[in-house]
């Protein structure tokens, strides 16, 4: 089993700047990629931006390109999103993924086993 626990969401303005943090616990040693999701009012749960198992590659959602930067530290069990430049469409809660079979940054939601409980992320115009 592997626990996710996300922080550092809150209420900003646009143009703002936000960094999400995951917290990893539990068989960490079985976590290969990682990604952050969203989820905004009234819609499905989308890809963000994900991270291979150690870091050296990334692939992000167009809408977030150039704005968000996924980054991890395995020796600390965190995954964090710096998220730069907010805008009211960001408005979303963002949750944290952890895939077991996935060593490549996939956007592929089905891929990702464990899942954190979200945190709520709210950019004001």
């Known amino acids: 089993q592997v626990q996710l626990v996300e922080s550092g969401g809150g209420l900003v303005q646009a143009g703002s700047s936000l960094r999400l943090s995951c917290l990893v616990s539990?068989?960490?040693?079985?976590?290969?990629?990682a990604a952050w999701f969203r989820r905004g009012p009234g819609t499905e749960r989308e890809f963000v931006a994900a991270?291979?198992?150690?870091?050296?590659?990334?692939n992000y959602a167009d809408s977030v390109k150039g704005r968000f930067t996924i980054s991890r530290d395995n020796a600390k069990n965190t995954v964090w999103l710096q998220m730069n430049s907010l805008k009211p469409e960001d408005t979303a809660v963002y949750f944290c993924?952890?895939?077991?079979?996935?060593?490549?940054?996939?956007?592929?939601?089905?891929?990702?086993?464990?899942w954190g409980q979200g945190t709520q992320v709210t950019v004001s115009s």
């Open positions: 991270i291979s198992t150690r870091g050296g590659e990334t």
């Open positions: 539990g068989r960490t040693n079985t976590m290969n990629a």
């Open positions: 993924a952890a895939s077991l079979i996935s060593v490549l940054p996939t956007n592929r939601k089905e891929l990702y086993r464990y």
